[in-house]
């Protein structure tokens, strides 16, 4: 081997403490940007009113369809978004909400009497459909179209005495471990 | 060339696998201190009372001034709070906050009693301002001023048919788009 | 030296860009395995009645139990989780959670009447307690034996006029900076 092919080997192959450093920064950079956890979107669902149920679903069929890998959690009182029929039967709660934009203002005791909650309900219900905003059912069907997991919480279901046919089809019965396996995993992580 | 030169010029240049680990894992080390994620609060704000106005205004403006970037994403009923009225006629909600420490104990029907609200409002806007801590125009004001992203949800705006004159200055209108392209580079990503 | 003995030194000491980003890359994939991030759960409990307690405790013992670190930092109405006679009066808010499933359906104002209050707040126990889930105390001993983190806001004390007496051992008095600068560093983070 001359010297010149040795240098020039040795030039081809050996790198600076410098070039290794100006390598691993590219490296680095490229890896954050397609970091997993910015890819994963993990959505607590723990309240079971109608109006609280639209921002789980909203927010994970549209992290969905941006190309994340959503699921939502639903437990606690979120259990009964999912229950076969909740979509007919569920209820705003304007109680609690005063900042529901009424027709006329009214007094939150007012808003608490048993014929206000059909009316808010069905104010709602208008409009969403109005504005063109999916109704609950269509969410719902967004959602499994769209791939989002939907996970049901086992021990909120041994709790309130819910069997696996309550629900509705495509949903997992799921545990905490389960759950914190995702959202350990994910930047996106919402209790709703 | 001498093989002396030759030796030193390899022993400049080349790095061995285990020197070239070492310094993968100080940039790598060093990155995740300096990890873009752990530099910005998204925080979603959705609840429309004067208590629940308090966290994500606090909170924001408190990862404001801790160097962080920080967002909030006015959604559902708290887009009220960026309402041009809101912090002159915002209520306290006794009613589902129960646990609000009150000067005499009272039953959670009482609390809900139209008169009860006021007297609730007043005394959380006393509380606050005895104590030091900002009233709500202030708290607004802080996160302007220390550069706090408020983007009020457009999907809500439409639903609810407000436009963009009933917003305070400074209120930027965005969808659900450019929401998750924040939180999902974020670690600290609450839903208030 | 000869030739073969200084090719056989470049040859172990020099490593190509290909090598480095080879290297880089397994560095990488091991590191974000290892995220600190990945096993750190920071939970903010801002709600005081027995029903919301539940959430923050059992999903930070959960991520304990997975050893995680897992801190919760009590603000708002949610101090009163850790005030040393909480386990003991709290109670359920029917109002605001029509979801919950009840014996017969009734109306969200019969559910505010001050009777049913008590009434929810046994049956809830008694759910709890028949299906093997730890009761509120029980959660609390958990999570301390488990080295959950519990912080308390001490902003939200002043305001409320609460003094470090008042809670139970174990509580750490904490400000938002501290409770930023866990958070900022934890993927699963989250407001209940």
């Known amino acids: 081997m001359t010297d010149d092919a040795l240098v020039a080997a040795v030039g081809a192959g ?27 979107a993990v959505i607590i669902a723990s309240k079971g009113t109608l109006d609280w149920a639209y921002p789980p679903l909203i927010l994970a069929s549209a992290a969905a369809a941006s190309n994340m ?9 979120g259990l009964n978004i999912v229950r076969r029929d909740f979509a007919a039967t569920a209820m705003v709660s304007p109680t609690g909400n005063p900042a529901m934009p009424m027709p ?14 059909s ?6 219900k208008s409009r969403f459909k109005k504005k063109g905003v ?6 719902i069907d967004a959602c499994r179209e769209l791939g989002v997991h939907l996970m049901a919480c086992t021990m909120t279901m041994e709790v309130f005495g819910f069997s696996p046919d309550d629900f509705i089809d495509g949903v997992e019965l799921t545990g905490a471990g389960a759950f914190l396996s995702q959202a350990r995993r994910a930047h996106l992580t919402l209790f709703v």
């Not at 403490?17 to 994963?40: F, G, M, N, Q, Y």
């Not at 959503?70 to 009182?77: D, E, L, N, P, V």
């Not at 999916?134 to 969410?139: C, K, N, P, T």
């Open 14 to 40: 050996s790198l600076t403490e410098a070039d290794v450093r100006r390598i691993v920064s590219e490296e680095l950079a490229r890896a954050l940007r397609t970091d997993p956890a910015s890819k994963r």
């Open 69 to 77: 890998e959503a699921s939502i959690f639903f437990t606690f009182y």
């Open 104 to 117: 006329v203002p009214m007094a939150d005791l007012f808003t608490g009497l048993p014929g206000m909650r």
């Open 119 to 124: 009316v808010a309900t069905a104010m709602m």
């Open 134 to 139: 999916a109704g609950l059912q269509e969410l």
